[in-house]
């Protein structure tokens, strides 16, 4: 049985990935900063960088070892660049950057060793394409697409993949969170597929990227769409 460090397991895309690799099983070591009563979750706060090392040795000591790592746990505001509130910047690079590095730094020694192991990193189509407004949270995840790639390099020869997601619009409450409802109309007339995705579909995307199927797959960046990414 493989073991899967997921963080943002509580909700939208990270608790549809639990689901569905749990259901394949997958033992999934989970965090968000909701309170469970779990012994494989800790409740986290991973805005706070000195985290990442907590939460991985609570992962190892539960799981005694981790062979999957998903980098899931995200967060998004909107702000115009000449009106940034860098505090709240910061935070957003920490959570959706600088976190998802540590923890890449961590669980790659271990994988080194044991010659194996699977990396995913939950991007965003406004890291590919770029999105007005957005523009600290386009960068975190362009930083890593950065990662992904370069990493993929570097831990090829150990049997190691790296490879992200990039979700397009995803019917979870981060979306349903910045959104009215004329917005969200709006959006989906220029989605070629006029649809969100669904979180399940994110799901099965990752239980692909780490099954033996695609161990040819490293360093790529999907973006999971429903077309976006092309235009409109
Ligand atoms: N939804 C979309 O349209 C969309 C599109 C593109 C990319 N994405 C990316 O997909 C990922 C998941 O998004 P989602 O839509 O599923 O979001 P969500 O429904 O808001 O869930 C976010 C998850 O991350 C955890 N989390 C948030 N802030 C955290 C923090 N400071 N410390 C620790 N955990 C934290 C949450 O846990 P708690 O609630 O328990 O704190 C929750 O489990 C993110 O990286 C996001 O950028 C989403």
Redesign the pocket.
Known sequence: MKNVLL?????????AIKKELELSKYRVFG????NLNNINYL?????NTDNAKLLYKMAKEALGNIDILIN?????FYDSIDDMDFNKAK?LIN??FITPCLLCSLVAKDMKKNNYGRIIN?????GAVGEAYASI?SAT?AGLSGLTKSLALELAQYNITVNQI??????????D?VLAKEEKEQIVSVIPQKR??E?IE?AKLCKYLISDDAKGLSGQSINLCAGLSCGS
């Open positions: 963080t943002g397991s509580t909700k939208g895309i990270g608790l965090s968000g900063r909701t409740s986290v706060d991973l805005s899931n746990a995200g967060c998004f935070e959570l959706n939950i991007g965003s189509i406004s949270y995840k990039n979700p397009g619009w995803v019917e979870t409450e981060l979306s969170s969100f995705i979180p994110i």
